[in-house]
């Protein structure tokens, strides 16, 4: 990579291909030179004839001359140079290998779990659905509060949800200084999804906050968020392990 950069630059300004080779020796020998003295300290390295630790290998190669860094050199790749200098600030740091960013996978959502209502009165709301919209109530998991599920058509479900006696009156006029725990246990809509860890580091990476709960008794995982106008939203893994 190293040849084929600087022949690529010497032949863009050379009048003649013997101009580029002289050109191109010249700026290639000083590499070569840092390469043969750092592989020997690396041979020695292996051999065990130096120690491996801090005082050991980083100490030969300090001693040696040659500069914390193991890209090519030469006005080719100085521009590479210029951008570790800006974004590696400390030389100790630049011989060892540069970690890339990881890259957040795009958030997929398979399908709409369920939709919550919120309310403070349980068995009046529950009654309305289930006798005068006749939906059939379904089984729960056993959370430390109030509730009722029905089934609705397809795979989604509603959820009844007994009001947080402890939630702030103006949730909406605090948005961002209510706690997310807060949507648990109010009006969302809850969506599907098969990775639960990539769309934690997704919401993450987009400085979304956001709060987790376990489900009891169950592998599912939901992350409950609000979107820029306040309203709830909750993501889970609810199709793990047929749930």
Same mark, same amino acid.
């Given at each position: 990579?190293?040849?084929?950069?600087?022949?690529?630059?010497?032949?863009?300004?050379?009048?003649?291909?013997?101009? !580029?080779?002289?050109?191109?020796?010249?700026?290639?020998?000083?590499?070569?030179?840092?390469?043969?003295?750092?592989?020997?300290?690396? %041979?020695?390295?292996?051999? *065990?004839?130096?120690?491996? %630790?801090?005082?050991?290998?980083?100490?030969?190669?300090?001693?040696? *001359?040659?500069?914390?860094?193991? /890209?090519?050199? %030469?006005?080719?790749?100085?521009?590479?140079?210029?951008?570790?200098?800006?974004?590696?600030?400390?030389?100790?740091?630049?011989?060892?290998?540069?970690?890339?960013?990881?890259?957040?996978?795009?958030?997929?959502?398979?399908?709409?779990?369920?939709?919550?209502?919120?309310?403070?009165?349980?068995?009046?709301?529950?009654?309305?659905?289930?006798?005068?919209? *006749?939906?059939?109530?379904?089984?729960?998991?056993?959370?430390?509060?109030?509730?009722?599920?029905?089934?609705?058509?397809?795979?989604?479900?509603?959820?009844?949800?007994?009001?947080?006696?402890?939630?702030?009156?103006?949730?909406?006029?605090?948005? %961002? !200084?209510?706690?997310?725990?807060?949507?648990?246990?109010?009006?969302?809509?809850? /969506?599907?999804?098969?990775?639960?860890?990539?769309?934690?580091?997704?919401?993450?990476?987009?400085?979304?906050?956001?709060?987790?709960?376990?489900?009891? *008794?169950?592998?599912?995982?939901?992350?409950? /968020?609000?979107?820029?106008?306040?309203?709830?939203?909750?993501?889970?893994?609810?199709?793990?392990?047929?749930?």
């Amino acid at each position: 990579l190293h040849d084929a950069f600087v022949l690529a630059s010497e032949a863009a300004k050379a009048a003649s291909p013997q101009a !580029m080779l002289q050109a191109y020796s010249k700026s290639r020998a000083p590499e070569a030179a840092r390469t043969v003295l750092l592989s020997r300290h690396l %041979g020695q390295l292996r051999n *065990g004839l130096i120690d491996a %630790g801090e005082d050991g290998w980083a100490a030969a190669v300090k001693a040696s *001359g040659l500069e914390t860094r193991t /890209l090519p050199v %030469g006005d080719a790749f100085q521009v590479v140079w210029d951008f570790v200098a800006k974004h590696l600030k400390n030389q100790e740091l630049r011989g060892l290998t540069l970690a890339v960013r990881e890259v957040a996978k795009p958030l997929y959502i398979s399908a709409v779990n369920h939709i919550s209502r919120e309310t403070c009165d349980v068995e009046r709301l529950s009654s309305f659905y289930e006798e005068i919209l *006749g939906l059939q109530r379904i089984k729960r998991p056993d959370f430390p509060f109030g509730g009722a599920w029905f089934q609705l058509p397809g795979r989604m479900s509603l959820h009844i949800i007994e009001r947080d006696p402890e939630k702030p009156e103006e949730l909406h006029d605090k948005l %961002g !200084m209510v706690p997310e725990r807060y949507i648990r246990r109010s009006h969302h809509v809850a /969506l599907t999804v098969e990775d639960i860890e990539a769309t934690k580091k997704y919401l993450a990476s987009k400085d979304i906050p956001f709060a987790v709960n376990a489900v009891p *008794g169950t592998p599912i995982v939901q992350l409950f /968020l609000y979107d820029p106008d306040g309203n709830g939203i909750e993501i889970g893994n609810f199709d793990i392990g047929g749930y």
